[in-house]
């Protein structure tokens, strides 16, 4: 089975930009993607999801607008640029097929702090 893996994250300030990478051990080509995450405390919620050839995007009404849902089907990767992070992002972040199909990652940590 495809193994996913996310990075990128870390420890930004309030307005800074991080860029998470998705990255799957074979092909995403057949599979629409999404990027979800999860604050300690709460559940897990949907952020992005883009289909399989890149043509349509879309995003959570939280993230409209600062976030961007990209995908390099030859990489077999997809990223998501976050732009004027807020301290409300701060979460764990995931990717992974949509509907859901694979295990999931780790996860990759963003904390959005001063």
């Known amino acids: 089975q495809v193994q996913l893996v996310e990075s990128g994250g870390g420890l930004v300030q309030p307005g800074g930009s991080l860029r998470l990478s998705c990255a799957a051990s074979?092909?995403?080509?057949?599979?629409?993607f999404a990027w979800s995450r999860q604050a300690p405390g709460n559940q897990r919620e949907y952020v992005a999801h883009i289909t399989t050839g890149g043509g349509t995007r879309t995003y959570a009404d939280s993230v409209k607008g600062r976030f961007t849902i990209s995908r390099d089907n030859a990489k077999n990767t997809v990223y998501l640029q976050m732009n004027s992070l807020k301290p409300e992002d701060t979460a764990v972040y995931y990717c992974?097929?949509?509907?859901?199909?694979?295990?999931w990652g780790q996860g990759t940590q963003v904390t959005v702090s001063s």
């Open positions: 074979g092909s995403i080509r057949a599979y629409a």
């Open positions: 992974n097929t949509s509907p859901v199909r694979l295990d």
